[in-house]
Nanobody, 116 residues
Framework: QVQLVESGGGLVQPGGSLTLSCAASGFTFSTAAMKWYRQAPGKEREWLAT????????LYLPSVKDRFTISRDNAKNTLTLQMNSHEPGDSAVYFC?????????WGQGTQVTVSS
């Protein structure tokens, strides 16, 4: 079955950096478009970035485009989100997502807290 497992979250100071990972299994990762989302308390889940099967084909939410980088390692079935210059508004649970065989799948999420 499809599994997505996020990791790498934690406490980070404003202006700091974190790298999130998503380990994927149960589907053909190399041909799947992968996405990162986040959800802050009391807010709707927010799309952040998409990477298609070709690593150079990426899309970003404008507010994170210059700070976040989505990438993938098809040999390791791993999706990554490099986040720099954290702002307090980045505090949220971060999720990876894939649509495959007509269904959408989510990981359990990883918490990122931006605080001094």
């Amino acid at each position: 079955q499809v599994q997505l497992v996020e990791s790498g979250g934690g406490l980070v100071q404003p202006g700091g950096s974190l790298t999130l990972s998503c380990a994927a299994s149960g589907f053909t990762f190399s041909t799947a478009a992968m996405k990162w989302y986040r959800q802050a308390p009391g807010k709707e889940r927010e799309w952040l970035a998409t990477i298609r099967d070709v690593a150079e084909n990426t899309l970003y939410l404008p507010s994170v485009k210059d700070r976040f980088t989505i990438s993938r390692d098809n040999a390791k079935n791993t999706l990554t989100l490099q986040m720099n210059s954290h702002e307090p508004g980045d505090s949220a649970v971060y999720f990876c997502n894939v649509w495959t065989s007509g269904l959408g799948y989510w990981g359990q999420g990883t918490q990122v807290t931006v605080s001094s």
